[in-house]
């Protein structure tokens, strides 16, 4: 293939050599959460979760890109929040005394 002037048939074997990244929308973890008592949140991450791939079967990869790294970070938080809830209720359980 011959090259032109402006280049463009090096932007061509740049595009087909371009490898299609790895999905990473954390469903598992986003699915895990949902059994955290931060029910608002970990629904909200299992949505970004499904959008990312959703996105990303349109081949939009920075969009499901975008979107996984939100549902993981709503994932970790509903994580740490379902956390800080079940260890102060277990607290306030334990330390209560019935008089």
């Given amino acids: 293939m011959k090259s032109s002037l402006d280049?463009?048939?090096?932007?061509l074997k740049c595009v087909e050599a371009q490898e299609i990244p790895p999905l990473r929308n954390f469903l598992c973890l986003t699915m895990f959460t949902c059994f955290c008592p931060a029910w608002p949140i970990n629904i909200?991450?299992?949505?970004?979760?499904?959008?990312?791939?959703?996105?990303?079967?349109?081949?939009?990869?920075?969009?499901?890109?975008?979107?996984?790294?939100?549902?993981?970070?709503?994932?970790i938080a509903s994580f740490v929040i379902g956390l800080v809830i079940i260890t102060a209720c277990t607290v306030v359980h334990f330390t209560t005394h019935l008089v």
Wanted: aromatic residues 8%; without cysteine.
């Fill in 7 to 11: 280049g463009s048939a090096d932007h």
């Fill in 44 to 75: 909200v991450a299992l949505v970004f979760s499904v959008l990312a791939q959703k996105s990303y079967d349109e081949q939009d990869y920075a969009g499901s890109k975008r979107l996984g790294r939100k549902a993981l970070h709503l994932g």
